[in-house]
């Protein structure tokens, strides 16, 4: 074994001299007796023993110079195999740290026979340990090994304790819910009662509506039936459906491709004609302006040709004022011409004048007449004038609000009736009368 051999096996027994071991396996193995075989064939104590002994002896091995004669790695030939200290140290180490003392017995009687094999085992015989020193470590590793088993179940019986009067607190808690919930018992015992009454009654209507509703059960299945029956037949005109659907499906389809060759011939009409919208938007023009002329001149036409119709009344009228007028004078004076006026009576005029008026009112209405339609000319020769030059106006103007209002104007005032005119004049007229009397 070289000295970087030796560090490495001191380091592995610094390592283990750090770790408690009493307490770990106290805590691996608490409800075990210390000479109760628990670690592979060993107790507890002999494990702790045995692995003290083992580390310490290497310990005191290494202080000297023979351990440059020991041997690093070793090969046994038998059960124990072969490894080397540092492997078999660190793996012995490790599986006491976890607390797995079953996997680290393997390696702890590998480690002794390496021992007993090089001839430090037995130290009493060398005189490193005297055999009383032995018993007395012994000893000492048994009593801290109990002692820790001590600590650890005083604990637990501390805990146990605790639970006792935790428990204990608890029953009293429950006695005294118990109480309470006795005296509730006993104050409920006669509403129980009352309540038991009422579930018999209960039971007894409860019977009643199990019969009726066994009655509706029996209905339902009734219903059940009849709705089969119906699911049967929605089935079968479904079916009908189906086929007269995929019948017009094809319809459809065939459709469908006619109605995109008529889309196609649509479209390429419809270039056709955007292709000729200016050509058509010229003549549109053409066709408002000939309108507008041919609207005016047919204005014009029709009001002279109502003027027209009125010439022939105009001169009935206008030979009837004279003819009236002498048929008037003529018949006063043959009512008041034919005596002397001083010696009539006044009796005599009256009557005469009542007669004289009949004459009188045609006379009138004759010039009246003859008036009005005279009027009538008038305006109607008016609105021809006005209907032919609308366009005219029109155009001269800039904006078409401006157009739109003149025009509107002009043939609401154009198609005004004359009649309405000589009503307001004579309205007119009847209020300036009355101002003036």
């Known amino acids: 074994m070289n000295n970087s051999q030796k560090n490495q096996v001191q380091t592995q027994i610094d390592n283990y001299f750090q770790i408690d071991m009493t307490s770990l396996i106290s805590a691996a193995f608490p409800n075990v007796d210390e000479n ?50 540092n492997t078999d140290l660190s793996n012995f180490n490790a599986y006491v740290t976890s607390k797995r003392f079953p996997n680290a017995v393997a390696h702890l009687n590998r480690l002794v026979h390496y021992q007993a094999v090089n001839g430090f085992w037995e130290k009493s015989k ?20 109990v002692s820790k088993q001590l600590e650890k179940s005083a604990a637990s019986l501390q805990d146990l304790l605790d639970d006792i009067e935790s ?17 509730e018992i006993e104050s409920l015992l006669a509403a129980s009662r009352s309540h038991n009454n009422e579930i018999l009654e209960l039971h007894s209507s409860a019977t009643s509506l199990s019969e009726k509703i066994n009655s509706l059960n029996d209905a339902s299945e009734l219903k059940i039936n009849e709705t089969d029956e119906l699911y049967k ?72 040709q109502r003027k027209g119709e009125l010439g022939s009344s105009i001169s009935f009228w206008k030979w009837s004022v004279p003819v009236t007028a002498i048929a008037t004078i003529t018949w006063i004076f043959f009512l008041f011409g034919n005596g002397d006026l001083a010696n009539l009576q006044w009796q005599v005029i009256f009557i005469n004048s009542l007669k004289a008026l009949p004459a009188i009112g045609l006379l009138l209405f004759a010039i009246s007449q003859y008036t009005k339609e005279r009027n009538f000319q008038e305006e109607y020769a008016f609105k021809s004038a006005v209907a032919l030059t609308i366009n005219s106006y029109a155009d001269q103007l800039v904006g078409e609000d401006n157009k739109d209002k003149l025009i509107m104007e002009s043939v609401s005032e154009i198609y005004k009736t004359p009649i309405s005119k000589k009503y307001s004049k004579d309205k007119e007229t009847k209020s300036l009368v009355g101002a003036a009397k």
């Open 233 to 304: 037949e929605s089935r079968l005109e479904l079916k009908n459906v189906r086929e007269a659907l995929e019948s017009q499906a094809s319809v459809v389809d065939t459709q469908n491709k006619e109605y995109i060759n008529l889309k196609n011939k649509f479209e390429k009409m419809l270039s056709l004609v955007e292709g000729k919208t200016d050509y058509f938007a010229e003549r549109n023009e053409y066709l408002d302006d000939l309108i507008g002329r041919e609207v005016g001149a047919s204005l014009f036409e029709t009001f002279k």
């Open 126 to 145: 060398r005189k490193y340990f005297r055999h009383s020193e032995e018993a007395v470590n012994s000893e000492k590793e048994r009593i801290e090994l």
């Open 36 to 85: 109760q075989v628990a670690i592979g064939e060993y107790t507890p104590k002999e494990f702790l023993s045995l692995a003290n002994k083992v580390f310490n002896q290497f310990r005191e091995e290494l202080k000297g110079i023979y351990f440059k004669a020991l041997p690093f790695q070793y090969q046994f030939h038998n059960e124990y195999g072969g490894a080397d200290l």
């Open 167 to 183: 428990a204990k607190a608890d029953l009293e808690t429950f006695k005294e819910a118990k109480r309470k919930e006795l005296s």
